[in-house]
């Protein structure tokens, strides 16, 4: 073996790590070789991200060894595991938001130095080098808090790519990117992997882990199940691998676009601050639409709108032809419902229970008394229908796995009996088994009579779920489509403004 | 029957507390039995009712995320306010209206700007502790007034109802209705959503600048009643009581577990961290501890409580996997 | 190695930290010593719910009597009645702020007053300004930003008695916010500006004094005579240095012996005639010329042996 | 030759201060013409030197998103230890020995409890408030000391230096390197970072840990030095001096648009914010407000200032869209 393969060649042996009930990993192994692409594949809550933490140094495990090039060695500390090149881009975003986006990549390494202290044209210059790898031309100097989502991801991979790695630990980097900025970063890791970098992979895109790594590690509930090079894997090995029970494929729903009266209806409606101006659209009773475009075209900020949470210089939303008041309460009461594209930041409460969060949305005149036994009741019944895999109505929300996180707030939703519910980014980083539940779910809600309007950046979601396609470009409608008459490359197309 | 003790780690976070008061009483029991005379437990109840009912009104607004530092002043504006009235009416009547008043007016100024307008709730509130320590002032040209209590106000600041010191009744009822509506109400659910997430509680459909705005008409509220408790404990409306209260007051809350971040907290934690700063006291002054000591020893036992929480979160191997937050 | 003393008597200080409250603290004490009583000293820190509780510990800790130097004398007083019931003799300093000898009102057996409800003190000071001021002048004050009594009634009695002598001008009067020495500098520093025409300062006490003359030294401008009142320890250099013109000793040592004295007599269950009253500890005034003669208090309360 | 004003929305948070000063200012030339004379200036930046060092340490503090208590009790501290230093070595050895003991005992203990240990820095920093201030009175046994200060400390914390006040020399000094610091070396921007996402900086690999405790020895250092100019101005060591202190530099730190939640904040703004109490206390004595107005008066304006702020955020359309945060 060369000598440059074996100093970054990587071995977890025996890794167990506990947080209070749950046992997160038990006697996990994991072995890594210097130039490949390691997929870790599991579903929501199997243990992947934990893994990829202890490897970071982040959290200190409760059992097991970590072996750098044959010799064990200690991570107490995310500079221990630097120093042995482990960098790690986390799963959730961790930015310092009201920072700049060069300043943010070289966090805690700036080594651009002057006479006068820290060289700031040089750290903007050398972040824009990087950033331009990913593909992104932004201000180097603009706070971190006032870029969208999947820009701040993009610095995020930036700031590891900024250091001097032998071992790349990728947790979902591209669960909020759009496809064009998922090919940089591939290009990029590809790159890497040339250099002899170890590159280990998390995402729950089976199209992805198949298109670019060289070798699998299957993870589920905490458990070490197989591993195996990218020769004996296919989309059937990884699935009978990461569960149980095998998500069923639903067919497309007939429905008749122009059949049913209107439920929800947009007329002219402007942000404020000038995310999206103009938009006009209505959404019908049991109908599904799908809402397109790039990241940055506005959508979050339109459906935010919808839901009360932003404001607006101008236009109307009207359910059922009544119109619906500006803040978030009233949108609620006339039943517009929403579940917001970031989990962490925008929807769930993480110190309060899966009740207390289940429940937000439910309000009484304010000094009433809850009946435990009421909500209880309705609990069950939300986590029967969704199964939600909890220990019990009043497990903290942060306990739960993605997955089940994201069916709560659904849940809560759904519970203010809404005539139309909006999802944004729904199934961003929930599992394929979750997701196909999630579709399933979102199906018999509209058979039943309730409108849906789904934002999605996979294109493959959005025709696989809607039943017509609206498309957004840059802060205004381009398209109206209906699923069954249109293909991809026309939403393609339409997303990217060319007519 | 067994009866199984909670794990180390999903203990609630004043346990370290109630642990350093239980260690004191040992301690004062063995050294001065005078400590456990029935009068001298009466006492530290009765001196720490005020606290306590303060840190109440105080465990709401740090609960959204806010501090209220106006607590001293406005204890004293309500007695003032209380003199006053007593002239007027009748005392019931008199109590009642105060009550009202100081709740409208601070609760409604510090509410409206802080809960309504957002303003930053340490600044407001310093400047609203300024201002009715001045009204305060200039009302009474700087004088006490005696004030004949009747047994009403003295009851509720000082005297027995039964065998029971009234103070402590006081805080009975306030502390059982606060752990009732934090706990099980549709607001005090909307406490600690506005404190632990404020863009999620918005979505939720909570109205986060009326419930933020009821914190401060609650810390006012118990502002005012503690106010009413000090006029019955003096017999008099002083326009310097309360100063520099506010301090040990939110110091009581955060022993208690209270983050200042909002969110996370109890009641319970608010009444055991007062009870506790209450007992140190009372038990230096019992031994005789000169006052510049007892300074040093209240510094430190403040430090050793805390580390006691994190002793007991280190012991349960829990603190490595907060480091998150 | 004495044994442990039976009969103990309570002090309650408004605060401490207060070289002037701490010598009739100490006075009290040495002289209690030396009858063979204890002394338990408990400090309110100037919070008046402390004071409340410092004699619910006195009770606690069944004080034969209490010495109580009240920071509220009508809040207080639910508490000494309590103390009375439980059969405790209470003895007060300043307790009444009016300039009587009468003695003093319930649960108090008996009182010792400072000068500052005195009007001789009022009187004096006009007085040394008609010696050091005969043309006349611009008189400034300098008070406590906030409301003590005692303090309180002195600046009034001292502005009625200004008031009955033509030749001088109350300026006004400006607030030391924070009792100390910054606190006098920083309202004097102040006053200059407004007031450009002083003549001279009479201040509360002496920190506040200290404080002005800190000011005036800063301005580099030393023609304003510095009246200061308490003879806190700190200040006597500065009258021997002439910074400060003058200072009335409030004799607290003096106070503290015969709080002590009027404690013992009525341990002692002396005859009433004896103790039935206030005693008013005269102030003693002293300048650069004379106080050389002056006595430190430390001094005083080492010979109480 | 063309100069741009900033937009409304990238102005820093201190201008709604900055205006109001600069209102109050207008005012007072009108209504107070000596108010402008060279001496009473020279009055307002002298007596603001000690709130605004001390508000300098506590910058790095609330940056952290911690706070520091202690900084006035440590203030008397200082000068206590500086009047025992005096005798034993020559004046300009002693205020150097001070400051380091202070920073290394204080910041020591606050930097290793708060920074390492990581516990709440409001409880521990009230805790050392206590600790400090009883130690002064012990050592002093409460009464102030009379130091000859000789011409460096004069000028440090009263003197002129050449033409200028030495204590605006000594704020200049600190203010200059600590804006140097925060913008332009690696522990100043991890003072950012720690405050903004403490578990983003960890995982960058910051000593997260060690950032904080040098912030607290920072907050040490300063209240060191402005114990030493405390003697200066007084030619004396009090134990009392800065009581309550606190208070009016963290006030005047938020004013400046620091936030207590920390990341965000510019010494800038703390000079300003602490310029600005200063201001508004000369002026009112200068107008001959009594000292019960003053406290109503001072409230009124703080509101003001954070009313002020948040207009210019209203206007500018940003408020809304921030919500989020
Ligand atoms: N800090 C924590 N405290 C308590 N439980 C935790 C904590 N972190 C993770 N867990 C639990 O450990 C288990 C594994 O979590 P982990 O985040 O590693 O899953 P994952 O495979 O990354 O899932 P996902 O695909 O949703 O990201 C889950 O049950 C989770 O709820
Ligand atoms: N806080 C903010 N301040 C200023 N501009 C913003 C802010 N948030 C978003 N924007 C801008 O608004 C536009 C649309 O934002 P956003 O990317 O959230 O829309 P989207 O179409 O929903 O994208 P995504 O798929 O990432 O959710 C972008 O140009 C973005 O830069
Ligand atoms: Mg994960
Ligand atoms: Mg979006």
């Known amino acids: 073996m060369a000598l440059n393969t074996l100093t970054s060649d990587v071995e977890m042996r025996q890794i167990s790590k506990r947080f209070d009930a749950v046992q997160a990993l038990e006697n996990v192994n994991l072995e890594l070789r210097a130039g490949e692409v390691h997929t870790i594949a599991g579903e929501n809550g199997s243990g992947k991200s934990t893994l990829l933490k202890i490897l970071g140094g982040v959290i200190r495990p409760n059992k097991g060894k970590i072996f750098i090039a044959g010799q064990e060695r200690e991570f107490n500390s995310v500079r221990d595991a ?9 799963q959730e975003l961790s930015l310092v938001p009201n920072l700049g986006i060069a300043e943010n990549v070289f966090i805690g390494h700036n080594q651009s130095k002057n006479k006068f202290g820290i060289d700031w044209k040089e750290t903007d210059r050398r972040a824009l080098e990087i950033l331009k790898r990913l593909n992104i031309s932004v201000d180097p100097r603009r706070e971190v808090s006032t870029l969208p989502q999947h820009e701040q991801q993009l610095v995020e991979i930036a700031r590891a790519l900024s250091f001097d790695t032998r071992v790349l630990l990728l947790d979902e ?22 250099d002899g970098v170890a590159v280990v992979l998390i995402t729950h895109r089976m199209s992805e882990m198949l298109e670019i790594s060289d070798r699998f590690t299957v993870l589920r509930d905490g458990k070490f199940i197989d591993t195996s090079d990218r020769a004996g894997v296919n989309e059937n090995w990884l699935i009978d691998r990461m569960v149980l029970n095998k998500p069923k494929q639903s067919a497309h729903r007939n429905f008749q676009v122009s059949a049913r009266r209107a439920v929800l209806e947009v007329k002219g409606l402007t942000d404020r601050a000038g995310a999206y101006s103009d938009i006009s659209f209505e959404v019908g009773e049991g109908e599904i639409v799908g809402l397109a475009g790039l990241a940055g075209a506005g959508r979050t900020e339109l459906v935010e709108t919808l839901a009360g949470i932003r404001q607006r210089s101008a236009g109307k ?26 989990r962490r930041e925008k929807s769930t409460i993480h110190e309060m229970s899966v009740r207390d969060n289940l429940m937000l949305s439910q309000h009484k005149f304010e000094v009433r008394h809850r009946s435990k036994k009421a909500e209880e009741k309705i609990i069950k019944s939300w986590v029967e229908k969704f199964s939600i895999k909890l220990s019990g109505p009043d497990a903290p929300i942060k306990s739960l796995s993605g997955g089940n996180q994201q069916k709560v707030v659904i849940a809560r939703c759904l519970q203010t009996n809404p005539k139309v519910l909006i999802l944004d980014e729904a199934t961003r980083g929930v599992d394929l088994g979750a997701k196909a539940e999630i579709y399933e779910i979102l199906r018999n809600l509209a058979d039943a009579g309730l409108s849906i309007l789904v934002v999605s950046s996979e294109i493959s979601e959005i025709f696989e779920i809607s039943d017509r396609i609206l498309v957004m470009h840059a802060g205004e409608l381009s398209a109206n489509l209906d699923r069954s008459k249109t293909n991809e490359a026309e939403v393609v197309a339409a997303a990217i403004g060319a007519k | 029957m067994k009866f199984k003790l909670p794990s180390l780690s999903t203990m609630p976070p004043w346990i370290g507390v109630l642990v350093l008061e239980i260690i004191l009483l040992i301690v004062m029991a063995i050294t001065q039995p005078v400590f456990f005379s029935g009068s001298n437990l009466s006492n530290i109840i009765r001196s720490s009712a005020i606290p306590i009912v303060l840190g109440i009104g105080m465990t709401y607004t740090i609960l959204t995320a806010g501090i209220d530092l106006s607590v001293g002043s406005v204890l004293a504006f309500s007695g003032i306010l209380l003199s006053g009235m007593v002239e007027l009416m009748p005392r019931y009547v008199a109590v009642v209206v105060t009550i009202a008043l100081v709740t409208l007016i601070v609760g409604g100024i510090n509410g409206t700007l802080i809960g309504r307008l957002g303003l930053n709730s340490f600044v407001i509130t310093l400047g609203t502790l300024g201002i009715f320590r001045g009204i305060s002032y200039l009302v009474t040209n700087g004088t006490t007034r005696s004030i004949d209590t009747g047994p009403l106000i003295n009851k509720i600041g000082d005297g027995n109802i039964g065998p029971v010191p009234g103070p402590m009744i006081v805080v009975i009822i306030l502390a059982g209705i606060s752990i009732y509506v934090l706990r099980s109400t549709y607001f005090g659910r909307d406490v600690y959503a506005v404190g632990g997430n404020e863009f999620a509680a918005k979505l939720a459909g909570i109205y986060t600048g009326r419930v933020k705005m009821n914190a401060y008409m609650i810390s006012a509220f ?24 506010e301090l040990t007051v939110v110091a009581g809350v955060l022993l208690g577990g209270t983050r200042l971040s909002g969110g996370v907290g109890s009641i319970w934690g ?10 140190v006291s009372n038990s230096l002054t019992i031994q005789g501890v000169s006052s510049y000591w007892q300074q040093v020893v209240t510094g430190v036992l403040l430090g050793a409580a805390v580390l006691f929480d994190r002793i007991r979160l280190e012991l349960s191997g829990r603190a490595k996997s907060k480091e998150k937050k | 190695a004495t044994a442990a003393p039976k009969i103990t008597v309570g002090f309650s200080y408004p605060i401490e930290a207060n070289s002037y409250l701490k010598a009739i603290g100490t006075g009290a004490q040495k002289t209690l010593a030396k009858a063979g009583y204890g002394f338990y000293p408990l400090d309110a820190q100037l919070d008046g719910n402390k004071q409340i509780s410092d004699i619910e510990a006195m009770i606690t800790k069944k004080v034969s009597a209490m010495i109580v130097y009240p920071l509220d004398s009508k809040g207080l007083k639910p508490a000494m009645k309590k103390a009375k019931a439980a059969g405790i003799k209470v003895i007060t300093m300043n307790y009444t702020v009016k300039d009587s000898k009468k003695r003093p009102a319930k649960p108090s057996l008996a009182q010792v007053q400072d000068a500052f409800p005195q009007r001789a003190l009022a009187k004096a000071k006009v007085k040394y300004l008609n010696k050091v001021l005969p043309k006349g002048g611009n008189i400034l004050y300098v008070g406590l930003g906030f409301p003590v009594y005692a303090l309180e009634a002195h600046a009034n009695m001292f502005k009625e008695e200004l008031a009955k002598d033509s030749k001088y001008t109350y300026l006004g009067r400006v607030d030391n916010m924070s009792d100390d020495i910054e606190g006098g500098r920083q309202a004097v520093e102040q006053a200059l500006i407004r007031y450009p025409n002083i003549d001279a300062i009479v201040a509360y006490n002496d920190p506040t004094a200290l404080g002005a003359y800190a000011a005036i030294a800063a301005r580099g401008k030393i023609d304003i005579l510095i009246v200061g009142n308490q003879m806190q320890p700190e200040a006597v250099t500065s009258i021997t240095k002439g910074e400060i013109d003058g200072s009335w000793d409030f004799n607290p040592v003096e106070s503290g012996i015969s709080l002590a ?21 005269p102030a003693k005034f002293y300048d650069a010329s004379t106080i050389d003669a002056f006595v430190p208090w430390t001094t005083r309360t080492n010979k109480i042996k």
């Open chain 1, 82 to 90: 630097m120093k042995f090149g482990v960098t790690m881009v986390s």
């Open chain 1, 173 to 194: 980097p591209t669960s909020s990117l759009a496809p064009n900025e998922v090919e940089a970063l591939f290009k990029v890791v590809k790159q890497l992997r040339e």
């Open chain 1, 317 to 342: 939303v009207f359910i059922n032809s009544a119109e619906v008041g500006t803040n978030s309460r009233t949108a609620l009461k006339s039943g517009i419902a929403l579940v917001p594209d970031d």
């Open chain 2, 222 to 245: 118990c502002a005012g009643i503690a106010g009413i408790m000090q006029v019955g404990r003096l017999s008099a409306a002083s326009p310097t009581a309360g100063v520099g209260l």
């Open chain 2, 270 to 279: 608010t009444v055991i961290g007062l009870l506790f700063l209450q007992t």
């Open chain 3, 261 to 281: 004295e009027l404690t013992i007599s009525i341990l002692k269950k002396e005859p009433k005639a004896n103790w039935s009253k206030t005693i008013q500890t």
